[in-house]
Structures are given as structure tokens and as C-alpha cells.
């Protein structure tokens, strides 16, 4: 307890705690859309696309996170784009974007001189090493989605729901679709500095999977997502600290633990409701 | 008789010489039909034919490559048509967290402007309608939870609690139980004392008995300004449908088109 009270104490892992709680809100509203429309595939290729942009960064001497919020934006815009108009199928347009994004940062990192610093916390991410920059990013980004869900939570809910029946309304589709999949881009970004290229999906995806357990509903999901996020991220902080494993991969690892009881406690109510109902 | 109902057709919306399609693929060409006030059209046609490809030009879904969907006035109201659509049932994702009540309100967004809240005389009739589908007891149940019909009803609230002049139905009749289905038609016959409705349906047997007039639709269209369906008629389509009944078939012979 003592050890816990002055690991609270120490600046970095204030930052860390901060960081967990804007990342399983942002991840918690924007993770809930992707789930909910099934565009998770969309949001790996958008990931990993970003890739190119941090070996941009690299390579052309500047912060490698702005690299990253390009390429995220362009990718995000471009399967918007193309998978309406071009004759391309979706899928294979994303994957082919997904390795292209990760090519371009090998091929960036490669040929920048000397060795890439801090490379592996941004494909593995480091919560312990996030700066006050980095949680003012986070902040805006959680205020921003904040505001946005509040306002058009109904709109935006609608046309996840059915887009064809919302067009037929004559609502402006185009317009929150775009809007949508840039603060999906912006809140995979942003996140990586937290869990890292590999595991943001899994930010994206686990907590609302648990949710999806206890609930049907939107914003139910919304707001289960967002503290079993928390939850997993703070479990997963600690773990990293007292076994001093990688940070990102730790809340990864608490979240599907996380996900296991809860499906194990469904289970074994589910059999025992129907014993009952046996006898 | 026949010169006194014709003073009374209000026409709503006119397609003129339509020709559409997808991409480069023409579906529909040089397409012509006029819906009036108070008509009951089914659609009918083969698989392919453009059944579904005619209601989304309609809806404005799919831009014309030649021709016009003209709407006159009192269709139109705000920024939108005053249509209401039910699409066919696996457009929808079954397992989209939102429940029955928050679906039917879907149908309001285009009055409602975005932030505006909804006005109370809206979700009066939303309420009421619901009742009257008998979905109002499950109203807060999540659409993952229902049957295809209990959806079909929901999906139906939608499209009608915008108080539309014109009802869209594609293939109302698939995934749900025969119960259902003549509730449905019985519904529409009485929505039909006040609205337009456009069906579009497989089940050319039993829609005969419910609408006004036919519109077969395979690659062009064909528009008989009555209900009777014949062996003769949809052969001509290459309609994929037997009709079976017992005894007598009311019977009329049309007239076989021109090419």
C-alpha cells in the first residue's frame, strides 16, 4: 500500500493515470461506434496506415505523432472516399492500404541515419513515458468527441444504424460520415503514444466486447466501455509496474482477462438458470 | 363511374423517361409511371428486373442517367420528400445496439433538424402508432431481441410516423409468418384510405387481392390500371411465381406488349 501511495506521488505515473482514464473515454465512444458499424476492419487499416506517417516523421526531422495524425486523416478520408466511388473491393483496398502505410515506415526509418530512438513505444506504446504534451492532445481530442457525441448523439446514432434510410431523410450522411471516421483516425493517433500501433484496436475493441455482454444499447455500451476500460488500463498499469512488463501489452492482457470472467460469469449463470428451470 | 374516380387522382410524384442504373450498368431504361394520391401499386417482376433499382430512384438514392423523378408540391415538405420507406429486412443489422422505440423515432430526423429535440405531438403519434402495431409493450427492447415480424413492425413505425403522403414497401412479406403477413395487408388497405402506397412483392398471388394496380417491371415498365393478375401476364415478365389457388381464377386477359 505504502509502495502504491508514492508510486502516486511520482509525476510519471500521475501523467499515466490521466492518459488511461482520456484513452478509455476516447477509445470507449469511438470504439463503441466501430463496433456498432462494423467498420473495425477500416479502423486496423487506418492504424496502420499511420505507420508511414511516424517513419515520415523520422526521417524528415519532425514529431513523429503530427506524421502519424497526417497519414491516419488521408487514409481515413481516402477509404471514405474510394470505397464509394471507386469499383475497388472494400476489403482488399484496406488491406493493400494497411501494408502500404506499414512499408512506407520501414522504408522511412530505414533510411533515416543512426538508429531510430523510441521506435518501439510507438509500435508497442509506452503510458509510462507519455508527456503533458501528449495528454493536452488527449484532452482537446476527449472534449472534442465529448461535445459531438452529446450534440448529435441521435444523428449520429441513425445513421450508424441504417445510412440508405438516413439518405432517404435528406440528413447530411456525407458530411458525419467524414467527420466520424476523422475522429476515428484522430483517436486511434493519439492513442498510440498510450498502447502503441500493435494494441490500439484492442483498445478499440475489448472493452466494448465485454459491454456487449451486459448490454444492447448505445450508450449504455458507450459508458460500460469507458470504465472497463479504465479499469483494464489501471489493472494493466499496475501490473506493468510491479512485474515491470511493457505497459501496453499488460492493459491488453488485464482487458481480455477482464473479458474472460465476464463471459465465464454468463456462462455459469446461464447453466444454472437453466438447472432451475429443470427442476 | 370510372371518369368520376379519375377527377378525384391527385398526382404525387411523376417519373419521366427514367433510365437508371449502377455504375456503368443500366437497369431501368426509359421508364415512365405516374403516382397518384390514394393509389395502391404492386410491383412486380422478376429477380434482377429493377424492382428494388425503380423504388431507390424514387427515393432519390440512385441519380438518374436520363429522365426525371418529378415531385409535385404536396410531397414535398422542409428539405425532404414526403415519402416513407421500409426496406427489405437484411439491410438491417440485426445486432445494432438500439432498441424499438429509438428506431421508430429514427424516422423523425428529418423533422426534428439535427440538435432540435423532438416535438411532443411527434412522440404522441409515435407512441400511438407503436400501439397500434402492438410494439408499444416492447418498445425498449433492443431490435437483437425480436422476431422478424415484431421488426417488420418496428421498421413499418418508421416509415410511417413522419406522416408521409407516399409508403414504399420492398418485399414486405419475406422472413415473417403468415399471421403477420395478412395483418400487414389488412394494415395497409386501411394506411391506403389516406395515403399513396408502392409494394413491391414476390407474392403476386395474395397482393393482387390488396392493390389497385400493377407495375411490372423488367428492364422497362409496364403499368395495368387493375389488379388482376394472369398466367398470360407473367409469363410475358418471366415471372418466377405460380399462382396457385383452389377453384376459379377471376381471369383477365391483357393485351400483350408491343416488342
Not at chain 1, 155 to 172: G, H
Not at chain 2, 68 to 86: A, K, Q
Not at chain 2, 140 to 147: D, R, V
Not at chain 2, 162 to 175: A, F
Request: with cysteine; aromatic share 12%.
Amino acid at each position: 500500500m505504502e509502495n502504491l501511495m508514492s508510486l502516486l506521488a511520482m509525476n510519471f505515473f500521475r501523467n499515466a493515470l490521466l492518459a488511461s482514464l482520456l484513452a478509455s473515454i476516447t477509445c470507449g465512444i469511438i470504439g463503441t461506434y466501430i463496433v456498432s458499424r462494423r467498420i473495425v476492419f477500416i479502423s486496423g487499416g487506418i492504424t496502420h496506415a499511420s505507420f508511414g506517417g511516424i517513419g515520415m516523421g523520422y526521417y524528415m526531422g519532425f514529431d513523429p505523432i503530427l506524421g502519424a495524425v497526417m497519414f491516419g486523416i488521408f487514409s481515413a478520408l481516402g477509404i471514405e472516399f474510394f470505397t464509394r466511388k471507386a469499383d475497388l473491393r472494400e476489403d482488399s483496398a484496406i488491406a493493400m492500404l494497411w501494408a502500404l502505410g506499414m512499408a512506407l515506415g520501414i522504408i522511412f526509418i530505414f533510411l533515416t541515419p543512426g538508429y531510430a530512438p523510441n521506435l518501439m513505444s510507438y509500435l508497442f506504446g509506452n503510458i509510462l513515458t507519455v508527456s503533458l504534451t501528449d495528454i493536452l492532445f488527449l484532452t482537446l481530442l476527449t472534449l472534442g468527441i465529448g461535445a459531438f457525441f452529446i450534440l448529435f448523439y441521435r444523428m449520429i446514432l441513425f445513421i450508424s444504424f441504417d445510412e440508405e434510410y438516413a439518405l432517404t431523410n435528406n440528413t447530411p450522411v456525407r458530411l458525419f460520415n467524414m467527420i466520424l471516421i476523422c475522429l476515428v483516425a484522430l483517436t486511434i493517433v493519439l492513442n498510440i503514444r498510450v498502447v502503441g500501433i500493435i494494441l490500439v484496436m484492442s483498445l478499440l475493441t475489448i472493452p466494448q466486447a465485454i459491454s456487449n455482454l451486459f448490454t444492447r444499447y448505445f450508450h449504455k455500451m458507450i459508458f460500460l466501455s469507458i470504465f472497463f476500460g479504465f479499469v483494464g488500463s489501471i489493472s494493466g498499469l499496475v501490473f506493468s509496474y510491479v512485474y515491470d512488463i511493457p505497459s501496453g501489452a499488460a492493459i491488453i492482457f488485464a482487458l481480455v482477462l477482464m473479458y474472460g470472467i465476464a463471459k465465464l460469469f454468463f456462462i455459469v449463470r446461464k447453466s444454472f438458470t437453466q438447472k432451475q428451470h429443470a427442476l | 363511374m370510372m371518369f368520376e374516380n379519375l377527377t378525384y387522382m391527385v398526382p404525387l410524384i411523376e417519373i419521366r423517361h427514367l433510365t437508371v442504373g449502377y455504375e456503368e450498368n443500366i437497369i431501368l431504361s426509359d421508364v415512365s409511371l405516374t403516382i397518384h394520391d390514394k393509389d395502391f401499386i404492386g410491383v412486380i417482376g422478376p429477380n434482377g428486373g429493377g424492382k428494388t433499382t425503380l423504388l431507390k430512384a424514387i427515393l432519390g438514392l440512385l441519380q438518374p442517367f436520363r429522365g426525371e423523378v418529378v415531385f409535385h408540391d404536396c410531397m414535398t415538405e422542409g428539405n425532404h420528400h414526403r415519402i416513407g420507406y421500409l426496406p427489405q429486412i437484411n439491410n438491417i443489422d440485426r445486432k445494432f445496439p438500439i432498441s424499438v422505440s429509438e428506431v421508430v423515432k429514427s424516422g423523425l430526423m428529418s423533422k426534428k433538424r439535427i440538435i432540435k429535440k423532438y416535438a411532443p405531438k411527434d412522440l404522441e403519434y409515435a407512441g400511438e402508432l407503436m400501439n397500434e402495431m402492438g410494439i408499444y409493450e416492447i418498445r425498449n427492447k433492443a431490435i437483437g431481441e425480436l422476431s422478424g415480424g415484431q421488426i417488420q413492425r418496428t421498421l413499418l413505425c418508421r416509415a410511417l410516423v413522419n406522416q408521409p403522403k407516399l409508403l414504399v414497401l420492398d418485399e414486405p412479406n419475406t422472413y415473417v409468418d403468415n399471421r403477420f403477413e395478412r395483418e400487414l395487408y389488412e394494415k395497409l388497405r386501411r394506411f391506403n384510405e389516406n395515403i399513396a402506397i408502392l409494394l413491391v412483392s414476390h407474392d403476386i398471388g395474395t397482393i393482387s387481392t390488396y392493390v389497385k394496380s400493377i407495375a411490372c417491371v423488367n428492364h422497362s415498365l409496364h403499368y395495368h390500371p387493375g389488379n388482376k393478375i394472369t398466367p398470360e401476364l407473367m409469363e410475358a415478365y418471366e415471372c418466377p411465381i405460380q399462382i396457385i389457388t383452389h377453384g376459379k381464377i377471376p381471369h383477365t386477359v391483357l393485351h400483350q406488349h408491343e416488342s
